[in-house]
């Protein structure tokens, strides 16, 4: 350990941090270049920084005999309850958190970039970048984390920058609602991992994550045999635990059925969507998981499977919604679904050791490359949206030469998305589907479905956008000049991220992220890459046949699958069913009678007891004359009461 | 020489205390009522000094008492005779009975 990791990581953690209270506390007093440009400036030292540790990590001194170490730079005692129970908060090193810091800063960089002209001449611009750094801080803090309680905190922190971000727009009412929903949501789910928090760290005396896997992902150990030794439906203690910390997981992850807040979120700024709903925070689940991933491997494999086909069913569920969604980010949103259930479903169907946890590392690695291509989708959509001022595909078409640089972007994104050979999202997709067939052939099943159905999609959104009819002459004040030349930062962002996509997909991730620490060879079978290509392949093909060109085939198809085409545009209905519980069900039935009791039982206890103190009052406040003598005859007869209760009392 | 009866003296200190009390009650100028009190003050000492002098001649514990009463007294009189010009300043007048905005 020559490296000294100790500054840049509080430089990477505390730049952030102090940028975001320099800005909300400056607000409108500095001009919004100045907050734009702190902004960029302080992402961009951040992201250097994160590049240097990460290059000390994993070429210099992270690696001991052949296995990365977890380091824990800093490990300060926070909160002291008793000797046995403290909180710490610190800073952890491995390869997923060093991972995931390269990831978060140089997205958030390119966001911070992209929205300089993207959020240009909006009012509360400070604000915007104010809240961006808190998220930045959030999120590195979360990622880092020695123990699961700081990562819950930072967790809630992350849920409140998200929920600032998607309610930036706030004197629109749908934003409001937005961002209520998530924030409703994703605590509800937090109220599972709060359990799930306590019920295992009880049982294994330790918050530590290091020294949490170490005694509950041996069998053998007294804290997991304890744990294993209860059981309740079939399932031990240990596992129920791990299965309401993922249900935090999968509220932030937005899986299936807590994904309803995701698509919502699109109200929020389009480089917000970017940053939070595509690259970073929503895959904190994904993280979560990875992060216990020993104990849910070794000693709870039936929760292990939980995650695999609630990631599986989200995979396909959102897959099948994107393909009918007309508002651009919304397919986003939901491909975005879709895509971090394939890579929960891709833990799910990983096992422990060797050749077994190439799940895992496919999981990562599909984390990584999706986090690349998914930012710059929603940048280009971005781009579009600030070009046509709408969100919806109506409006859209034949953009590609307006939009030169957006249209390459969109392209090389999609054929990433859709797994076509030499593209980023080829790479990992195949590890995913490599682990799936040898772990549950189910859940491959979906997923290659799944893929096609990506492909399908997201071609489908590319045409729809860049191709499909002539360019339409005269949008807004821009008419059909190159809409680019107004917006370099967006380009640079956008052409940053080009160069990132194809070349992440090239990297030996096996090598890095691991299960266990140990290098693995990512094998590449041709007979397992060959049937995602094809039905990748096959989705593009149709996609191009539909949407190429304006034609009258989508309608008819549509027409045709009726009643399912109509349930799918709906998203199947999920969010009627919520409203329908909370407000037939839970609102009737629970908050009406609960209403009751406070207003007419609670209230009236207060009431009276402060009306009788009133009337009580009000029928003695005469003994206060005002005249000192009556008091003093109060006073006196007091002492010969007290006198004779002397003389007499005995 | 005889000595004065001990309890001549505290009939003499009683007749001071209640004299006191009821300059205290039936007075209606707050210097009056603040004599008053010092009546019933000074027939404390006097009962102090008395037994002090009639139980334990060899010890001074009621002199030093009673010098304590004086001083506390003398504190209380400047203390009241502050309150009472404060008084005086606000309704331009020392009677009690016309002072009793003073509450709630």
């Given at each position: 350990m020559d490296m000294n990791y100790e500054i840049p990581m509080l430089l990477i953690l505390f730049l952030p941090i102090i940028s975001f209270v320099f800005l909300s506390l400056a607000g409108r007093r500095i001009s919004p270049s100045v907050a734009g440009l702190t902004g960029i400036t302080v992402l961009s030292v951040v992201t250097v920084l994160s590049f240097f540790v990460a290059y000390n990590y994993f070429f210099?001194?992270?690696?001991v005999n052949g296995v990365y170490q977890k380091i824990a730079v800093f490990n300060e005692?926070?909160?002291?309850?008793?000797d046995v129970l403290s909180i710490n908060l610190g800073v952890m090193l491995d390869p997923i958190s060093v991972m995931m810091l390269i990831v978060i800063s140089f997205i958030s960089c390119m966001v911070h970039l992209y929205s300089?002209?993207?959020?240009?001449?909006?009012?509360r611009f400070q604000m915007y970048y104010a809240y961006l750094s808190l998220f930045t801080f959030s999120m590195l803090g979360l990622v880092v984390a020695v123990n699961i309680f700081q990562m819950y905190i930072f967790w809630e922190l992350v849920g409140v920058s998200s929920f600032l971000l998607i309610g930036f727009?706030?004197?629109k009412p749908s934003a409001i609602a937005a961002a209520k929903k998530a924030f409703i949501v994703t605590r509800f789910a937090d109220l599972g991992f709060l359990l799930g928090i306590l019920l295992v760290s009880q049982n294994a005396g330790t918050l530590d994550f290091a020294t949490m896997i170490e005694r509950l992902a041996n069998p053998h150990s007294p804290f997991a045999q304890s744990m294993l030794a209860g059981s309740f439906l079939g399932m031990s203690t240990l596992s129920w635990g791990l299965i309401l910390i993922f249900i935090g997981g999968a509220g932030k992850s937005a899986m299936?059925?807590?994904?309803?807040?995701l698509p919502d979120?699109?109200?929020?700024?389009t480089p917000v969507s970017a940053l939070i709903?595509?690259?970073?925070m929503v895959v904190a689940g994904v993280f979560l998981v990875a992060r216990l991933f020993p104990i849910f491997a070794v000693s709870a494999p039936d929760a292990l499977h939980i995650v695999g086909y609630v990631g599986a069913i989200t995979a396909l569920f959102a897959a099948i919604i994107a393909c009918t969604q007309t508002d651009i980010k919304r397919v986003l949103a939901y491909s975005t679904v879709s895509q971090i259930a394939f890579m929960m479903f891709s833990l799910g169907v990983s096992g422990w050791g060797e050749e077994a946890s190439e799940g895992f590392t496919g999981s990562l690695f599909h984390l990584f490359t999706h986090a690349f291509f998914k930012a710059m989708l929603f940048m280009g959509a971005g781009a579009v949206i600030h070009a046509v001022?709408?969100?919806?595909?109506?409006?859209?078409?034949?953009l590609r030469k307006k939009l030169p640089i957006t249209h390459l972007s969109f392209l090389i994104a999609c054929l990433a998305i859709a797994g076509?050979?030499?593209?980023a999202g080829f790479f990992s997709k195949e590890v995913i589907l490599s682990a799936a067939f040898h772990g549950d052939k189910l859940i491959y099943a979906i997923g290659l479905l799944t893929s096609g159905i990506t492909a399908f999609y997201m071609f489908r959104l590319y045409f729809r956008i860049f191709?499909?009819?002539?360019?339409?002459?005269?949008?807004?004040?821009?008419?059909?000049?190159?809409?680019?030349?107004?917006t370099p930062m967006m380009n640079l962002a956008l052409i940053l991220l080009i160069i990132a996509t194809l070349v992440v997909?090239?990297?030996?991730?096996g090598h890095f992220v691991s299960a266990d620490g140990k290098a693995i060879e990512l094998p590449f079978h041709l007979a397992l890459a060959i049937p995602p290509v094809t039905v990748g392949l096959l989705g593009i093909a149709i996609a191009y046949m539909l949407?190429?060109?304006?034609?009258d085939k989508p309608t008819k198809i549509t027409n045709a699958l009726g009643g399912f085409y109509k349930a799918a545009y709906n998203k199947f209905y999920i969010d009627e069913i919520y409203l329908f519980v909370t407000k037939k069900i839970l609102f009737n039935l629970i908050g009406r009678p609960a209403a009751w009791v406070d207003r007419n039982i609670v209230d009236n206890i207060y009431n009276g007891s402060a009306t009788l103190t009133a009337v009580t009052s009000e029928s003695i406040?005469?003994?206060?004359?005002?005249?000192v003598q009556t008091y003093a005859t109060y006073f006196l007869l007091g002492v010969i009461f007290v006198a004779l209760l002397f003389l007499f009392a005995n | 020489m005889e000595q004065v009866p001990l309890v001549h003296i505290l009939i003499l200190s009683s007749i001071l205390f209640f004299l006191g009390v009821y300059g205290f009650f039936a007075r209606r100028n707050m210097l009056m009522m603040l004599m008053s009190t010092e009546l019933i003050l000074n027939s404390v000492n006097i009962n102090f000094i008395a037994f002090n002098k009639y139980l334990?001649?060899?010890?001074l514990e009621g002199m030093f008492f009673s010098m304590f009463i004086i001083t506390v007294a003398a504190g209380e009189v400047s203390l009241a005779i502050a309150i009472i010009i404060n008084l005086y300043r606000r309704f331009k007048t020392v009677d009690v009975e016309d002072t009793t905005t003073m509450k709630y």
């Open positions: 210099v001194n992270g690696e005692v926070w909160l002291k309850f008793s300089w002209n993207y959020m240009h001449g909006e009012d727009y706030y004197t299936f059925p807590l994904h309803i807040w979120a699109m109200e929020g700024p709903h595509a690259a970073t001022h709408s969100n919806e595909m109506e409006d859209m078409g034949g076509v050979p030499g593209f191709w499909f009819k002539e360019a339409s002459h005269g949008h807004g004040e821009h008419g059909h000049d190159n809409h680019e030349s107004h997909g090239y990297i030996p991730f949407f190429a060109k304006e034609n406040k005469k003994m206060q004359s005002g005249r | 334990f001649p060899h010890q």
